[in-house]
């Protein structure tokens, strides 16, 4: 999706941004950035700025069009079921959701509650934005508690926030949104779910309404399409059908079993990963699964990571932490001797399981496990080493790409720390009274640190090593000649972060690779190298990982390939099966040297006719099936039939030498 148009124009004072659009001959504007700011065209400047129109086929201009959706959604709710109350409607990558406290909704009042959304879209109402008091905003909605707190916790007192109307309609909101409800005449309601209050298991159920808007029609059912042919493809219902995984949720909900056929698929991931670590000189470790909590107090995921921790206390009163994360097992290795800064970098790297605790109702098969793997890898280097070692982690993700995905659209963000929030981050704060530095990090708004030394509370940030990482990861970028989109406060709580997006055969877009600076985790764990004067001089830690985690990344080949991998990586890339049972010494001896120059051979020795047995293992999406009978016993050939059913008749050694061709070089199509 294109960004909004970089060509800017001047929007005079004292006359809405909509006045200057049309002066200008601009139409279709749904909003505008002012000043990097996004605004409702209606919005009158008090001084003359430089604007960008925002049109729907943006993405921005796609966020304002959900979110007002999102509210549309809200009015014919309401319209439908007065007691209903809403709580909050954002836009999503794909749509928007509204959670409301009402009744549980089925699909018939779903298709009802659409249908009075298009009713509405039709009328082409104004959408409004007023000012009001704090006051008059408590007045206005003392009916609704979610909305009570929401005022509350962003209004100040005294203070003036925003609303919008739309007919009888008003929602408490910052927007912007569309100029009116004609713009979102193509949606479509898509499931209903249930969610509590701030996600408290203790606070009220609601009811949440997720579904999409788009410009057109056109775009709409190009969505729905491919939406239904992502649910045809759902990794769990593959999985199953190919018998490479198995969740029980009596004996371990939330942890995936890997059948021999999925160990397959996840162990050729994890080779070809070991592979691509050798050639980029990381060198592989393996770690504990449990430490003890100080470690992950130290580290500073405790604070960040413990209400998703399994924790648990020994007899002998100590407290353990099952490892959310990999880095402090890489950094214990580190630092068991001392490193020279000729001997750096050190990288090492791990398949390293992790777990984490995942609400019930947020599990959801690989993509969002209680335990996974990840392809971990932990940098450390000195400061002169961080740029190449990032470009050399960016030229892994790409070769991991093009080799396993072909040549698939990337897209890299810039996460950067959001300085209006230094609570959410590990940073490091001064005291103005004695001049103390020290990193910490607030676990809460109302914490109030205090200098180590003096114990004086008159601290201020640091935001140096933060801007001196920000810089190295953008710098390496820009020498990469990458474009970039920079999003602030979506860093790591220890650093900034480069993430990289990948879109799928379905046109989906997966945040995947990660490279983070970390400047504070070394710190707390007292990591240096000898440098050239024989000083200890400061480790600074790179946290990267490609893959992501091995699950998430296999459910999206999964869905991308409909599980008709490429036969290096498929779990059955040959499958054995004799004309008759006439043939099965020969279908065995073609199995057994198929085993021998290393390929997967199945081999069906049942009773079951030819036909059955192959439409039985269709499922299972093998990669090639080789049928033998009278003729290819006396010729020493095979019958061979790819996925497309082309079907070749070849020596043995001739298939077997074309096999192992493909399979050496990681085709991703069937060249037989």
Not at 28 to 51: C, F, L
Not at 63 to 76: D, G, I
Not at 150 to 164: A, Q, R
């Amino acid at each position: 999706m294109p960004k909004a148009e970089e060509n800017k124009l001047v929007a005079k004072a004292n006359r809405t941004f909509e006045e200057s659009l049309k002066e200008a001959g601009i139409k279709g504007a749904v909003a505008v950035i002012a000043d990097g700011v996004e605004m409702d065209i209606r919005d009158t400047p008090t001084a003359d700025v430089k604007i960008q129109p925002v049109f729907t086929e943006t993405t921005e201009g796609l966020k304002v069009l959900r979110h007002s959706a999102a509210h549309l959604l809200a009015e014919a709710v309401l319209e439908l079921y007065p007691d209903a109350r809403p709580n909050a409607g954002p836009p999503t990558e794909d749509g928007f959701y509204y959670d409301i406290d009402m009744k549980p909704v089925n699909q018939e009042e779903l298709e009802q509650i659409e249908g009075r959304m298009k009713a509405l879209a039709a009328k082409n109402l104004r959408i409004e934005k007023h000012r009001l008091s704090k006051k008059d905003l408590l007045e206005r909605f003392s009916h609704n508690p979610y909305k009570i707190d929401k005022i509350m916790d962003n209004v100040e007192d005294n203070g003036y926030s925003t609303v919008y109307s739309q007919g009888e309609f008003v929602d408490f909101c910052k927007g912007p949104h569309v100029p009116s409800t004609g713009f979102l005449r193509s949606i479509k309601l898509l499931t209903v779910a249930s969610t509590h209050y701030k996600a408290d298991e203790n606070r009220p159920m609601l009811v949440r309404i997720y579904g999409t808007a788009f410009p057109d029609d056109k775009s709409l059912k190009e969505f729905l399409h491919n939406r239904e042919e992502a649910m045809k493809r759902d990794h769990r219902k593959i999985g199953q059908e190919m018998d490479l995984l198995v969740f029980n949720s009596e004996w371990a909900p939330g942890f995936p079993f890997y059948t021999p056929n999925g160990f397959t698929l996840k162990q050729e991931l994890t080779n070809f990963m070991r592979s691509l670590n050798t050639l980029h000189g990381w060198q592989e470790v393996a770690t504990p699964h449990i430490f003890k909590d100080l470690i992950w107090k130290q580290s500073g995921h405790y604070a960040k990571y413990k209400p998703n921790m399994f924790l648990f206390t020994l007899p002998d009163g100590d407290n353990y932490g099952v490892k959310p994360m990999n880095c402090p097992g890489h950094v214990a290795i580190f630092a068991r001797e001392p490193k020279s800064y000729k001997e750096l970098p050190v990288k090492y790297s791990e398949p390293g399981t992790v777990y984490r605790y995942e609400k019930s109702g947020e599990m959801g098969g690989l993509t969002r496990p209680r335990m996974f793997t990840v392809d971990d890898g932990h940098a450390f280097l000195r400061l002169d080493q961080i740029i190449s070692e990032i470009k050399d982690i960016i030229s892994m993700i790409k070769e991991t790409y093009s080799t396993i995905l072909g040549e698939p659209s990337l897209t890299f963000d810039l996460s950067v720390i959001d300085k209006e929030a230094p609570e959410n981050y590990l940073i490091t704060y001064r005291c103005r009274d004695c001049g103390t530095e020290a990193e910490a990090r607030k676990t809460s708004m109302a914490e109030e640190l205090s200098c180590p030394n003096c114990s004086s509370r008159n601290l201020e940030p640091d935001f140096t090593t933060w801007d001196q990482a920000t810089d190295q990861l953008r710098q390496a970028l820009d020498e990469e000649e990458i474009s970039y989109t920079e999003n602030p406060g979506e860093a790591a709580f220890y650093g900034p972060k480069i993430d990289v997006h990948v879109r799928d055969a379905l046109g989906r877009s997966w945040q995947l690779s990660t490279i983070q600076v970390d400047f504070f985790m070394p710190t707390n764990f007292g990591l240096y190298y000898i440098n050239s004067e024989s000083k200890h001089d400061r480790v600074i830690m790179l946290h990267r990982a490609i893959f992501g985690s091995y699950e998430r990344f296999m459910a999206i080949l999964i869905e991308n390939y409909a599980g008709k991998f490429p036969t290096w990586m498929s779990p059955i890339q040959v499958y054995v099966v004799p004309v008759s049972e006439k043939f099965q010494d020969y279908a065995k001896n073609v199995h057994e040297e198929l085993l021998r120059n290393e390929i997967r051979s199945t081999f069906d020795n049942s009773q079951e006719t030819m036909n059955k047995k192959i439409k039985t293992i269709r499922p299972r999406r093998p990669s090639y099936i080789v049928v033998v009978g009278e003729k290819e016993e006396e010729s020493g050939t095979v019958s061979v039939r790819n996925r497309s059913n082309k079907q070749n008749v070849l020596k043995l050694d001739e298939f077997i030498a074309s096999l192992k061709s493909e399979i050496k070089g990681r085709v991703i199509d069937q060249t037989i």
